[in-house]
């Protein structure tokens, strides 16, 4: 609390509403009392101006293009972390000891198996199901399987929840891309890391040894780690709203994985992708999508593109950008879609209708392309952006079951602009 306050006049009542300030100076008028002493509340649509909670997570600010994990820049958790470590470091708050992090390994890898029973639901979808859908539908499955960890007042089946979480989300996503394909599951095998034994399990088959490209396992490394957190984005927000009603861990990342999967969302590093193959089956016409982008009578817009916080280069996109570039170069792959991706941005950004609105490549622009080159299917990028954002679904999640002030259950309210109270008419007078 600053002490500091502002002063709101409405009519002839005028009240105080005090001033919070951030770490980082971030100032916010908080108005919890503000209809108990007005009777009014705000509206904000998309809540591009509200604030829903205090975090001591992820820090980022969208005029600078900073992006900070409990305090570290993403730069060097990038350059210097794995997966696992940054995993446990938006869960728990600090860097582990070599000792942590080997424990909270092994807690994960000690439970990545599924219950035999749910291969049953994965033989139940049709195989042109998108692997969203199916994500969402076995990871909710879990609370069916997992019954014993589902109650996250209880600290120690909040743990365990955790760790099931972590450790199965993997096997979940390698197993409906093997379903859509008709290929045998792949078992996790506990001897490899994070992402080698993602990889094994998404491309391995029984019949050859796999032996994970380093290269493939460095940029999925990551990928994952520049995914993992971004402040009360849409699905974050969705799995605290989710779980402020005190329902289990694993309904509310099938929650969030629903709210990533959509197009302005998670679902941009498909979308993307798409658009770039659209464009370059029509000769590469970027004038021709440029104009669609920016036209106010039509809804295209260039996926990719923008971001409600970003108004300056996404820091994401700049790794992203760099590791695509190398991975082309040593894997001496022409990608006309790379080509063409670099293209449209430079054009996009020197087009006066992206510059000022601020529109800038987002971490959805160029993570496809990496995706490609690893071998990962269209359809399964938002998987992975979904198995990124995991850590940082549980650390929101974690976070507002430990808050201090005790959990609340989001419940916003409404200006009702529909009809004023009105006489019943019966169904022969209508
Ligand atoms: C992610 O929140 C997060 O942190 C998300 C994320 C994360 O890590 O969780 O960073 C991941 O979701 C990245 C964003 C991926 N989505 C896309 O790439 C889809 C394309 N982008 C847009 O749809 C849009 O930019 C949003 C949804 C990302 C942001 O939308 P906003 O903040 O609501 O912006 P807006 O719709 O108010 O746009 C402001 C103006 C509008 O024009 P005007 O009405 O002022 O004339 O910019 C225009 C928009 O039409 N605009 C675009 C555009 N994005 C915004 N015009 C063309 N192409 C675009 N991509």
């Not at 039509?298 to 820091?315: A, E, I, S, T, W």
């Amino acid at each position: 609390m600053s002490g500091e306050t502002v002063k709101l006049q409405l009519g002839g009542l005028e009240v105080e509403l005090p001033i919070l300030v951030g770490t980082e100076g971030e100032r916010v008028i908080e108005i919890d009392k503000l209809r108990a002493m007005t009777g009014y509340i705000t509206l904000d649509d998309g809540y591009a101006n509200t604030g829903s909670t205090t975090s001591e997570i992820t820090y980022l600010d969208g005029e600078k293009g900073i992006l900070r994990y409990r305090g570290y820049p993403i730069e060097e958790i990038a350059e210097r972390c794995d997966f696992t470590e940054t995993a446990y470091l938006l869960i728990y708050g600090e860097l582990p000891t070599a000792e942590e992090l080997e424990t909270f390994r092994k807690s994960i890898r000690a439970r990545s198996l599924l219950h035999e029973g749910m291969k049953t639901i994965f033989a139940g979808f049709p195989p042109d199901a998108h692997p969203m859908a199916i994500l969402s539908a076995v990871v909710g499955a879990l609370a069916i399987y997992c019954r014993d960890s589902l109650d996250p007042a209880d600290p120690r089946q909040r743990e365990v929840a955790i760790f099931r979480m972590l450790a199965k989300m993997p096997t979940i996503a390698a197993f409906s891309y093997k379903q859509s394909i008709g290929q045998p599951f792949i078992y996790s095998q506990n001897k490899l890391s994070y992402c080698q034994n993602f990889l094994q399990m998404m491309f391995a088959v029984p019949s050859e040894r796999y032996e994970p490209d380093p290269d493939f396992v460095h940029a999925l490394n990551l990928l994952l780690i520049l995914h993992a957190d971004h402040g009360q984005n849409c699905s974050t927000s969705t799995v605290r709203m989710v779980g402020s009603s005190t329902v289990n861990l694993f309904s509310s990342v099938s929650a969030g994985i629903c709210a990533l999967w959509g197009a302005l969302h998670g679902g941009a590093n498909e979308a993307c992708i798409n658009m770039l193959e659209a464009i370059h089956a029509d000769n590469d016409n970027l004038g021709k999508y440029i104009d669609l982008a920016k036209d106010p009578n039509d809804d295209y817009r260039l996926m990719g593109f923008g971001h409600r916080v970003y108004k300056n280069y996404d820091p994401r996109a700049k790794i992203i950008k760099e590791v695509c570039h190398g991975l082309l170069e040593k894997h001496s792959r022409e990608d006309p879609i790379f080509e063409l991706a670099q293209e449209l941005e430079e054009v996009a950004l020197s087009d006066p209708y992206f510059i000022e609105r601020r529109l800038y490549p987002n971490v959805d622009f160029y993570s496809g392309i990496i995706y490609k080159i690893i071998g990962i299917p269209k359809q399964m990028f938002t998987v992975l952006f979904a198995l990124g954002r995991l850590p940082g679904w549980i650390a929101h999640w974690r976070e507002m079951h430990l808050a201090p002030g005790g959990m609340r259950i989001h419940r916003p309210r409404q200006l009702y602009t529909g009809s004023a109270q009105r006489k019943f008419v019966p169904l022969i007078k209508r």
